[in-house]
């Protein structure tokens, strides 16, 4: 049973780092800051940009919600949490207190879910796309927290199994991996107009 959650709990864990390496990704290019530094750039490469930015957020959603669906017959943090629940020495304080955070992250993961179910997993003809987005209410540092809790229920169901944890610098890196591409573009572009 240990084995077997070890496996669920790594399964899941790389979904998280999926969607915290596209959340920079996307972020870097959407945040207002940024933006701004960049916007002439991106302008000149508009179709790819506008591209990127669109498939960095989809991927975020799509794992996003990928992780606290409710269908038994999938990888998700409740199938995690039921399996842990079955393990007899699983500390029955840590499991309290990650269906907590579990519950916790259920209002986000409905936004997350609305903007999933009605305009990128499927579009629904009842609503536009910006009604659909105004009715999910969700907010850029919102998803960022969603994938923060979902760490940290997948370190705290990680560290009673084997004593380990999850150190994951890799979020940073994609987000100074995206600065440094964007402006590597403009430093070239800058020699090209010097020719």
């Known amino acids: 049973m240990k084995a077997e959650a070890l496996r669920y709990i790594e399964e899941l864990h790389d979904t998280a780092v999926v969607a915290a390496l596209n959340y920079e990704i996307w972020w870097t290019y959407k945040e207002k800051d940024s933006r701004a530094k960049y916007v002439n750039l991106m302008n000149l490469y508009t179709l790819f940009f506008q591209t990127s930015i669109h498939a960095h957020f989809v991927a975020l959603l799509t794992a996003l919600y990928r992780l606290y669906e409710t269908r038994p017959d999938t990888l998700n943090v409740p199938g995690l949490l039921a399996l842990l629940h079955k393990c007899e020495d699983f500390p029955c304080d840590v499991l309290a207190e990650l ?16 903007l999933r179910n009605e305009v990128f997993g499927h579009r629904s003809r009842k609503y536009s796309v910006g009604e659909v987005f105004k009715r999910a209410k969700v907010q850029p540092k919102e998803l960022r927290q969603l994938i923060e809790k979902t760490e940290d229920i997948l370190d705290k169901a990680k560290y009673p199994l084997d004593r380990g944890s999850y150190a994951c610098n890799l979020r940073s890196r994609a987000a100074e991996d995206t600065t440094r591409l964007l402006c590597d573009l403009i430093e070239l572009k800058a020699l090209r107009s010097k020719q």
């Open 99 to 114: 269906k907590q955070l579990s519950d916790e992250s259920k209002e986000l993961w409905i936004k997350v879910g609305i």
